[in-house]
Structure formats: structure tokens, C-alpha cells
């Protein structure tokens, strides 16, 4: 089975700063990443995803994440935050052709104005 | 675009008691998953259904029993209810089969309160 580990468990930082989480997976065979964001009381949306193809992927508001495989890394960037992507933010892996997904702890942002 | 729907959003009950979830996938989706967000807690797989079979099961207590029905919506049944089930449960929704994705779309979740 695979197990995903997420870095940071909080992170605080001001408006216009660069924001990287870490996000690292164990698992021996081939799968697919996602970042998910859940904002405050809200349910899990999908920033992005990798399948396959250019390791670097571009997701919604401004988001994108890069992964190596070498080091089994999918980690998320934004290059200026602004307060409204306070939330926490769930690093997922599937194995291929094995759908359920397994999340890492999370990682809660707060971004002050 | 139409997304996942779950019902009730919020559910308040007692020891004990017995408790449904429904989940309605977007439309055309045929496989549905559900997973349980304790708090503070990430996520986690309970059971997943296909084409009204169950596909995969996760951590999910023999107290709780899921089922998809033809229209594709899937029920979550829980008895016998503990303070420990207290938590977000989500469902997603994909496109299965051979022609199907792999990116699972969430519902808004059903938050229980167990007393």
C-alpha cells in the first residue's frame, strides 16, 4: 500500500510571499498525484494532477507542483499567495489502476493580510 | 457543472443509533467512494463501489454497510454508533471502467455528530 507524508503541518506566512509544501510518497510502482485544497468549511477541491508526461503541472489559481520521481516528491508552489488561499491543502496518491486514494495529514496555511 | 450531492450535510445523533448517508455522484459517473475525515485528521478510504458492485474496501468498521444503487447513488448505513464515529464523511465520484479516469471528484460532506 502506499502511504503519503506531508511535511509541514502548519504554515503561516504574509500576503505576496512564495509558499512550497512538501509532499513525499512511498510506493514501488506507478502512480498518480494530486493536491487537493479544503478552505474552511468547505469540501475537498482538486488544485491539480500528474499522470504522466511533463513532471512540472500547472494547476488553478495560480498553483503548480512539480514531481521527481527519483526522489518521490509532488511538491506544491505558488510564487505570491494572497490571504485567500488560507486552507488546508491534502497531498493524494493512487496507485495506477488502483483508484482509492491515500492522503497525507495535511498542511494548513494561513495567510495574513 | 452539475457536482457530487450528499445528503443531509449535517447529522446529530445519539450512541447507539443508526445512521444513512447518501451520496449522488455527477451524472455519468459510475464508481463512488467514501471516506472518512476524523478531526484533524487527513482522509480516509472506507469502500468504493463500480457499476453497483463493491470494488475495494478500506478501513471501514463491520458496523458500517454501503451499497450503489441503479441509479448509481450509494448509501452509507451505520449502527450500532459510537462517539469515535464522529467525523466528515466524504464520497467522490469518478468515471470507472476501461474508458474512465482516474480524478475523483468530492462532495461536500456529511458532517456526523455522534452524543
Known amino acids: 500500500a502506499q502511504s503519503v507524508s506531508q511535511h509541514n503541518h502548519h504554515v503561516i506566512l504574509s500576503e505576496a510571499a512564495s509558499l512550497e509544501l512538501g509532499c513525499n510518497y512511498s510506493?514501488?510502482?506507478?502512480?498518480?498525484l494530486f493536491w487537493y485544497v479544503q478552505y474552511p468549511g468547505q469540501h475537498l477541491q482538486l488544485l491539480l494532477k500528474?499522470?504522466?508526461?511533463?513532471?512540472l503541472v500547472k494547476g488553478i489559481k495560480g498553483f503548480e507542483a512539480e514531481f521527481i520521481k527519483s526522489k518521490f516528491s509532488f511538491n506544491l508552489r505558488k510564487p505570491s499567495v494572497q490571504w485567500s488561499d488560507t486552507a488546508e491543502y491534502f497531498c493524494?496518491?493512487?496507485?495506477?489502476?488502483?483508484?482509492?486514494?491515500?492522503f497525507g495529514a495535511g498542511t494548513t496555511v494561513t495567510v495574513r493580510a | 457543472a452539475a457536482g457530487v450531492i450528499q445528503s443531509p450535510r449535517h447529522l446529530i445523533k445519539e450512541k447507539r443509533e443508526t445512521a444513512t448517508l447518501k451520496c449522488y455522484p455527477i451524472?455519468?459517473?459510475?464508481?463512488v467512494y467514501w471516506y472518512q475525515q476524523g478531526p484533524g485528521q487527513d482522509p480516509q478510504f472506507l469502500i468504493s463501489?463500480?457499476?453497483?458492485?463493491?470494488?475495494d474496501k478500506g478501513s471501514i468498521p463491520d458496523r458500517f454497510s454501503a451499497q450503489q444503487f441503479s441509479d448509481y447513488h450509494s448509501e452509507l448505513n451505520m449502527s450500532s454508533l459510537e462517539l469515535g464515529d464522529s467525523a466528515l464523511y466524504f464520497c467522490?465520484?469518478?468515471?470507472?471502467?476501461?474508458?474512465?479516469?482516474?480524478?475523483?471528484?468530492f462532495g461536500p460532506g456529511t458532517r456526523l455528530t455522534v452524543l
Open positions: 467522490a465520484s469518478r468515471v470507472g471502467g476501461g474508458g474512465g479516469t482516474d480524478t475523483q471528484y
Open positions: 451524472p455519468r459517473h459510475d464508481t
Open positions: 463501489f463500480y457499476e453497483k458492485m463493491q470494488s
Open positions: 510506493y514501488g510502482g506507478t502512480v498518480n
Open positions: 493524494a496518491v493512487n496507485a495506477r489502476n488502483d483508484y482509492k486514494l491515500s
Open positions: 500528474y499522470f504522466s508526461g511533463d513532471p
